[in-house]
């Protein structure tokens, strides 16, 4: 053989190795991808199940049940579908002594359900499980004290994190975190509670497979004015709500017991998962309103963060909106801004969106205090939005003498659209008067349901043309709730 | 009375008829007892006019022949049994006679001297030892100075003369017809001794013998010597000595046979063992004969005993040379095994016999944790049941992988469930075996890949160097059956492939093939390329495009270096080893290849393993945790040298060996890249091949090194090589230091001890186990379900090795990954309730293929996944092991169940939303009492019998014996409606049809195999008539050199100077390229064939050949005539070195082809001397150079 074909062998027996080197080195992306399983996002906010689910379920993180009606706490469960679908609420009860009960429902088109679960099962607490063989069901849970109720969804995702950046232990301040396993093995929870003058852990907190445990916060971190928790099951998932009493029960309207003038309920879900972007319906800044947003940064990096505030009337995009305001959130610390305290900020409505700008997730909330000459203070707390759609329900609205309703929806977009507000009935979607409502690009619109008269379950659909956020205001003497509707497709905005 | 057993005596009859003329007993009479063709009646009248002549037609054999005398003869007082080549001393038969007198002998012999040469020794008798292994007296040749001359008692005596008391022939019913030849001398003379009659030898009695048998009956001698000698043994002792000297023989041959197996000495080690069966089936005939015996017995077995050598003969003067104090019986017995000594004491054999002990010793160090605590079930390496489980298995018509299916069942579980039955039952001994072995076997085949290299070298690199690649340690440690049973076959293949080109070496085509290859058709060579394959697919699906991927690698390899078309034929051979393989795997092929069939019933699993190995841990074989770098490039560099040294052929197939381990690597590559879309076998599985041809290319590198390298002038080459050597060593570090563990890293646990709970869980209702995660860390053969997941269900537990080959899903068992994607999508959270009418009661997901207490690399699932089991509202997690993420289904309903109304109500609707909305709980266990998994019995009330298996007419529920009607359940189960309770039985009927293929399939086998084995035997022959061919060649020119010498050109002075000045003679059986001539070989061999060297052998200088070269020339000088019948028939009469090997033992036992393959065994003087210089490779190579250059041009 000669010197030529071996030179052609060694030559083509180099280039091949070298160049699969070479070229699986440049193919090399730091080790194989772990393919997902699957087609189900996270979804990090209450949203519908989809349209083909064969079951569904809701969970809602617990609402006082007491037996002796000083409080009380209920369900709604609303089928916003076009068939007629059978469920079964499970209540379950913060005091292991007393079993939980089950309650079949069957809801026809339209049809709501509200339960009272102090009648399945009395206990200090009650969460609840609404099981649905079949899909297109909302719920929502209310809590109600004589100083207020608060009506929030539940939710659809349990998780292995949740977040709740505000909360106060102040005097006479009662923090509750409801904590609900709806799964039939045990979830092992550390939870971590900073505070303004640092932080505490309650490590190893077992939730028994279905059950609801409460973690009496204001027990543990005592006189703190900002508490934000941050719980991570080691094992097992769950639904973390949080119960916020504020001032002594009953309230005395001016009474020198309530020496910051605030007082209320609020009972809304944690967050399941950090982000890097937010968004609310509406911020306020006026007299007798006071808006804080509470940032969490529960990592280890500092997280800058943007907060961007929309007037109510829009903005020209080829103009801008006003200069965005900046928080730098320590590692595992909380930071509030208050629109009171921004002199820059003339009062008004706003939009709202809170951006990381250094790509630090975060979780926020807003919390609003109420504090109406003449009437009792109201609180609310309402998580931020992570994700946008163009399609929302608001199941347990209402109209009656006492309460009256809003729907806001903010137009994060960058052009102007109209929007349409139905309710829902057992014939479907009725038109009730609000099918184009304008909303400017980076705007708010107000839709004002009293206007329709007294119902006592009013439930609520919005729809967009581009994604949108939608939230419900219920007002009245004794009520002041705020809630973001419940998704229907949610995306990233 | 003397009886002479003639068959178609040579010339030399006359003569010895003579010499019974010239007796001086006086009343001698003279039978002669014709067995052969041609009658000899003629030439016995001619010389013996008062001889009586009796006719034997139909070759008897000498037995039979021989107790002819029984019928024939009475009134005489002896029997002298005579050859018809011997010739007796005209005072040997009344000397015997007297003696027998005095001694009151019942057998006696006389002393065997050489025909031609009365002044040298044949035989004085022999012992033997407990095994019926002959030890002579006498080393052959010997010369006779008297030194043996004293009358003795001996254990045997030869049949060629010897005198027997007629009353005792008759007492012990004479030769046992059976043992026609090669051992009714042992037999007759043992069972003398049991009766009680002194065997004795009278050396002052002598006769001359030809030993012209073995040029006259072309006898398999070793193969039959192996089956009377225990023949005997089983007959002639009493029980207790048999019940221990039997397991004692049987250990001593299983040794044996391994060590010719390691030593490439098949036929030896297939004789030794084929003695055995043989005498099984005829322990009628032997209990028979005992009872014979035991008429007659006097002398109990420990006098017998004492008689014999102590110990086994060649054992002990294998380990020590020498044995016991008798000085008779060690000379014997160390003649006895001269020949498996001498063959160590060369170089060469000496570095073979090393390799192979270390490579033994590497065994036994790596797998000694396995050897002594059993192989854990990790991987594919799950447990066997029994046997009678397996074959069941493998009859029925059903079978329980996924939900169940009515596919026929893989040939694996029969070929396993026979297996169990060789090994008497125990699992999991040949579960060890199955694990340990291959490593052995791909060693083995490799060594034999490089057969054809000529060089034990090249041989001993090949299977050090496959040895040292860390594939099949690395697939032992990730549990890859698959891996190690491709990487023991792969060189097998290889070599089947390569010889299926016929290029040189490897074959005529293109050079001179190498001696001693069997020529076979290339029908042949695919029907026994097919078998092979098709017993490696039977464990590896895919084995079959593999294969013919070899073959295409194998022309890719020809188109740089020439020979394309020629490696065409192996593309031909395997593609019909490929459709033989799918043949004898019908009818579970025809459900692999059906149109609609998965993908991964071919052992793959798509997305398995994608992008976990990088090409350059490939490279390094590092699929595991063994062959890291630098050490892990060894084989590359070593590889390496043919390439940079080779010439001729070495660099051709070296060419070759490198394009198939390249294209295995890229195959190996894509499928880690996913470039397929489809996935792939395990990594180990689809390098196998490149291991080969880098062992194949390591052992032409040895080649080279030897013929090549000095050719060229000192430089970088000698360096390089140097640089191989050296890698080839540090390559073999990291294997050593694998095998200090003694599990090849297996870990000691395995999932069924952490798992174990599955066992007793049973008890509360027959369940099933749905199993998730990467393919690899499944404990059996799963399904695809999404990129990189599979799954499968086991029944009952843990799954056992008939999970191993899962074929293609039934329809039912997709309802299991549709359930899970509905529950994956977040469509559901009530998973458990949509498995519970599948009987699912446990979600297991492998994170890793062993427990975490040993920290084994993971296999990881997606969290969307875990997330998707946790977000269940109906699967309760339970902590058994980080490995494992196990989850008990609280939905579940037993596989077999009464069902409560609600179910009964859902059970009548299919879809999920029915299964979804009910609560199945309340459904109770009935049919409890499982035998396996297609019969159940127990007492069943009134109501609906539910089972969890596909509607099918072949489930049949009978209570109290009627038969209950059945229907569909949710749509795809079995539920009956029982008005009546009783005692019910639920079965599974198979259908006529499918026994019926079973058998069809075996028969298939069973053609396949002895077609196979009759064209090995058929290439041998072919090769052996080629062989004897150019042995009668050599003869010629022998007897032409001998003739010259005769006329005094001197010994060894040959018309080859060139090989008489060398002074080297060709190796026993080492065949040289056929000579051009008038004597051209019976095989047409090539025009281009090269004129090599001749054989300077018989004429060569050296003591025996300078005999051998005077008895040649001796021959020539008296006129011998020409051809090679006249010689073959021994005109000249043979040399002593000739008859030497004809007679003994020695060249049986030396392993060469056999004795079949040539008519006349090769000289003694083939052999090489410890001490002479030997036909080196490069010597042989540099004589047919030409060949092999020529391929190159």
């Not at chain 2, 037995?63 to 011997?86: Q, R, S």
Request: charged share 20%; aromatic share 6%.
């Amino acid at each position: 053989m000669s010197g030529r074909v071996r030179g052609v062998v060694l030559g083509l027996v180099a280039v091949l190795l070298v160049g699969g080197l070479l070229l699986d080195a440049r193919g090399d992306d730091g080790g194989a991808e772990t393919p997902e399983f699957g087609d189900a996002a996270t979804v990090p906010l209450p949203a519908l199940a989809a349209a083909d689910a064969v079951t569904s379920s809701w969970y809602c993180p617990g609402v006082p049940a007491p037996a002796d009606g000083s409080e009380s706490g209920t369900v709604t469960v609303v089928n916003t579908g076009a068939t007629t679908v059978e469920a079964t609420l499970t209540a379950l009860p913060s005091d292991p002594a007393v079993e939980a009960a089950q309650a079949p429902l069957s809801l026809a088109p339209g049809a709501s359900v509200r339960v009272r679960l102090a009648e399945l099962t009395p206990a200090p607490y009650a969460g609840a499980v609404v099981e649905v063989f079949g899909t297109g069901v909302a719920v929502e849970q209310t809590t109600i004290r004589v100083n207020g109720s608060d009506t929030t969804p539940c939710t659809g995702e349990a998780s292995g994190r949740w977040y709740l950046a505000s909360g106060s232990t102040t005097l006479d301040d009662q923090l509750v975190y409801t904590l609900l396993n709806p799964f039939p093995d045990d979830a092992v929870v550390d939870v971590v509670l900073s505070t303004e003058q640092g932080s505490d852990r309650i490590d190893a907190f077992v939730v028994p497979g279905r059950s609801l445990r409460v973690i009496q916060v204001d027990e543990v971190v005592r006189r703190r004015a900002q508490v934000a928790g941050a719980l991570v099951a080691r094992t097992g998932r769950i639904v973390v709500g949080r119960i916020q009493k504020l001032n002594p029960d009953p309230p005395v309207p001016d009474s020198p017991e309530a020496p910051d003038g605030r007082g209320g309920v609020s009972s809304p879900l944690g967050a399941p998962a950090l982000d890097t972007a937010f968004a609310f319906a509406s911020v306020e800044k006026g007299d007798g309103v006071t808006t804080r947003l509470v940032v969490a940064n529960p990592g280890e990096r500092e997280a800058v963060v943007l907060v961007e505030l929309w007037p109510e009337a829009g903005v020209d995009p080829t103009v801008g909106g006003p200069e965005p305001l900046e928080l730098t959130v320590p590692p595992r610390a909380s930071v509030a801004l208050s629109l009171a305290e921004e002199e820059l900020v003339p009062p008004g409505r706003y939009s709202a969106s809170v951006r990381s700008s250094n790509g630090v997730p975060f979780a926020v909330e807003r919390v609003v205090d109420l504090a109406p000459p003449g009437g009792l203070p109201a609180h609310s707390v309402t998580p931020g939005v992570p994700r946008l759609d163009t399609r929302w329900v608001l199941p347990a609205g209402m109209v009656t003498a006492a309460v009256g309703e809003q729907v806001l929806v903010a137009n994060p977009s960058t052009e102007d659209v109209e929007v349409a507000v139905r309710a829902l009935t057992p014939g479907g979607e009725d038109d009730i008067g609000f099918e184009a409502v304008p909303v400017a690009a980076l705007g708010v619109a107000v839709v004002d349901l009293a206007s329709l008269g007294p119902r006592d379950a009013l439930a609520v659909t919005v729809t967009a043309p581009v994604p949108v956020v939608a939230e419900r205001v219920l007002t009245g003497p004794a009520v002041h709730s705020r809630a973001t509707g419940i998704a229907v497709a949610p995306v990233r905005p | 009375m003397a009886v002479v057993v003639a068959h178609d005596p040579g010339v030399w009859f006359e003569e010895a008829l003579a010499a019974l003329r010239h007796q001086d007993y006086p009343n001698l009479a003279v039978l002669v007892l014709d067995t052969g063709q041609e009658d000899v009646a003629a030439r016995v009248q001619g010389v013996l006019p008062d001889a009586v002549v009796r006719r034997l037609p139909g070759d008897p054999g000498y037995a039979t022949a021989a107790n002819a005398v029984l019928d024939l003869v009475h009134g005489a007082a002896f029997f002298c049994f005579l050859h018809d080549d011997v010739a007796p001393d005209s005072t040997c038969i009344r000397l015997l006679v007297e003696e027998a007198y005095r001694s009151n002998a019942g057998v006696i012999g006389p002393k065997l001297v050489a025909w031609d040469d009365p002044r040298r020794l044949l035989e004085v008798g022999h012992a033997v030892d407990k095994g019926g292994v002959l030890a002579p007296y006498v080393e052959r040749g010997e010369l006779d100075q008297e030194q043996h001359d004293a009358v003795r008692d001996v254990f045997v005596l030869p049949t060629a003369c010897l005198l027997v008391r007629a009353d005792l022939f008759r007492a012990i019913g004479g030769f046992d017809p059976v043992i026609a030849f090669h051992g009714e001398d042992v037999d007759l003379c043992w069972r003398s001794h049991v009766a009680g009659a002194r065997v004795m030898v009278n050396p002052a009695a002598r006769a001359r013998h030809r030993e012209a048998a073995t040029e006259r009956r072309p006898d398999d001698r070793r193969r039959l010597r192996a089956r009377h000698r225990l023949r005997t043994v089983l007959t002639c002792y009493g029980p207790l000595h048999l019940v221990r000297v039997v397991p004692q023989l049987l250990v001593l041959a299983v040794a044996e046979a391994l060590y010719a197996l390691v030593v490439g000495r098949t036929r030896q080690a297939r004789d030794v063992v084929a003695a055995w069966p043989w005498n099984l089936r005829r322990l009628g005939q032997v209990r028979r004969n005992r009872r014979r015996l035991n008429q007659v017995r006097l002398v109990p077995d420990n006098e017998i005993r004492r008689l014999q050598v102590h110990g086994s003969a060649r054992l002990t003067a294998f380990v020590r040379g020498q044995i016991g104090h008798d000085a008779d019986r060690r000379s014997a017995a160390a003649a006895a095994s001269r020949q498996l000594v001498g063959s160590l004491r060369h170089a060469s054999r000496q570095s073979e016999f090393l390799a192979a002990v270390g490579l033994v010793a590497l065994l036994v160090l790596g797998s000694r944790g396995l050897l002594r605590d059993g192989v854990p079930a990790v991987g594919e390496l799950a447990r066997f049941p029994s046997s009678g489980t397996l074959l069941r298995d493998y009859l029925s018509g059903w079978h329980p992988l996924g939900l169940g299916t009515t596919a026929p069942a893989p040939t694996a579980t029969g070929l396993l469930g026979l297996a169990g039955l060789v090994t008497f039952g125990a699992m999991d001994l040949l579960r060890t075996l199955l694990v340990v072995l291959p490593l052995a076997a791909g060693w083995f085949g490799a060594y034999r890949m490089a057969v054809p290299l000529i060089t034990v070298r090249a041989r001993v690199t090949a299977a050090v160097l496959y040895a040292a690649i860390p594939l099949p340690y690395n697939a032992l440690a990730r549990g890859q059956w698959g891996g190690l049973l491709l990487y023991a076959a792969a060189p097998w293949v290889l070599a089947r492939l390569a010889r299926a080109t016929a290029l040189a070496p490897f074959g005529p085509r293109r050079g001179t093939a190498a001696p001693r290859l069997p020529v076979r058709s290339l029908p042949a060579q695919a029907v026994a390329l097919g078998l092979l394959t098709a017993v490696v697919t039977a464990f590896v699906p895919l084995a079959p495009l593999l294969v013919l991927a070899m073959a295409v690698l194998l022309v890719v390899g020809s188109l740089l270096v020439g020979g394309a078309l020629d490696a065409l034929r192996a593309v031909a051979v395997a593609a019909g080893a490929a459709v033989v393989a799918v043949v004898l795997h019908l009818p579970w092929a025809a459900d692999l290849l059906r149109p609609d069939g998965a993908w991964s019933a071919l052992g793959a699993v798509e997305g398995a393993g994608e992008g976990e190995l990088s090409l350059a841990a490939l490279l390094r074989f590092q699929t595991g945790p063994t062959g890291a770098a630098p050490m892990g490039w060894a084989f590359l560099v070593v590889a390496a040298l043919p390439l940079v040294l080779g010439r001729g052929w070495r660099l051709t197939w070296a060419t070759r060996a490198w394009a198939v381990a390249l294209g295995s690597f890229a195959l190996a590559w894509a499928g880690q890249e996913g470039w397929f879309g489809r996935g792939l076998p395990a990594a180990e599985v689809l390098l196998a091949p490149a291991a080969a041809g880098l062992a194949l290319a390591g052992a032409l590198g040895m080649a080279a090194f030897e013929a090549d390298l000095r050719g060229f002038r000192f430089g970088w080459r000698q360096v390089a090589s140097f640089a191989a050597l050296a890698a080839a060593v540090l390559g073999l570090t990291p294997v050593v230091g694998a095998a200090f563990d003694g599990r090849w890293d297996l870990p000691s646990t395995d999932t069924a001890r952490t798992l174990r709970f599955l066992e007793d869980e049973a008890d509360d209702g027959s369940f099933r186990v749905l199993w998730l995660g990467a393919p690899a860390a499944l404990p059996m053969d799963g399904w695809w379900l999404r990129e990189g997941l599979a799954y499968a269900l086991s029944q009952d537990g843990l799954p056992d090795v008939r999970g191993q080959w899962a074929g293609t899903p039934s329809d039912p068992t997709l309802m299991v990954p549709a359930a899970l994607n509905v529950a994956g999508d977040d469509r559901t959270d009530r998973l458990g309730r949509l498995l519970a009418p599948l009987g699912v009661k446990y979600v297991i997901v492998p994170l890793s293929d062993a427990p975490s207490v040993h920290g084994r690399p993971t296999h990881p699932v997606p969290d969307s996944l875990t997330t998707m089991l946790a977000t269940q509202l109906d699967l309760e997690r339970i902590d058994i092991d980080a490995a494992y993420v196990v989850y008990r289904n609280a939905a579940w309903m037993p596989l077999r169940a009464l069902l409560d109304p609600a179910a009964v109500e859902a059970s009548r609707r299919a879809g999920w939303d029915a299964v979804a909305a009910t609560d199945l709980t309340g459904s109770t266990p009935v049919l409890t009492d499982a035998d396996g998994v297609r019969t159940a019995k127990g007492d069943v009330p009134a109501g609906e019998i539910y089972a969890a298996v596909p509607a099918s007419g072949r489930w049949r529920l009978t209570v109290d014996g009627e038969v209950q009607p059945s229907r569909t359940a949710f749509g795809w189960a079995s539920a009956w409606t029982v008005d009546q309770g009783g005692e019910a039985t639920l079965e599974h009927r198979t259908p006529v049809v499918r026994p019926v293929l079973v058998a069809v399939q075996v028969l298939l086998w069973l053609v396949a195999a002895q077609f196979a084995l009759r064209a090995v035997a058929l290439g041998y022959e072919a090769g052996a008539s080629d062989r004897a061919a150019r042995r009668r060649v050599r003869r010629v020119r022998v007897q032409g050199a001998g003739a010259g010498a005769g006329a005094g050109a001197g010994p060894g002075a040959g018309d080859e100077p060139r090989a008489a000045r060398r002074g080297w003679r060709r190796r026993k059986g080492a065949s040289v390229a056929p000579e051009t001539g008038p004597a051209a070989p019976s095989v047409p061999q090539p025009a281009s064939s090269p004129v090599l060297p001749p054989a300077a052998a018989p004429g060569g200088p050296g003591p025996e050949g300078d005999a051998a070269g005077a008895e040649a020339g001796a021959a020539g000088a008296a006129g011998a005539p020409e051809g090679m019948d006249d010689l073959d028939d021994g005109l000249g009469g043979p040399t002593f070195a000739e008859a030497w090997a004809a007679s003994t033992d020695e060249a049986e036992d030396e392993g060469e082809p056999g004795w079949r393959e040539g008519l006349a065994p090769a000289p003694p003087t083939w052999e090489p001397e410890p001490d002479e210089p030997v036909l080196r490779w490069a010597e042989w190579a540099d004589s047919g150079e030409a060949g092999g250059r020529e391929e190159g041009r």
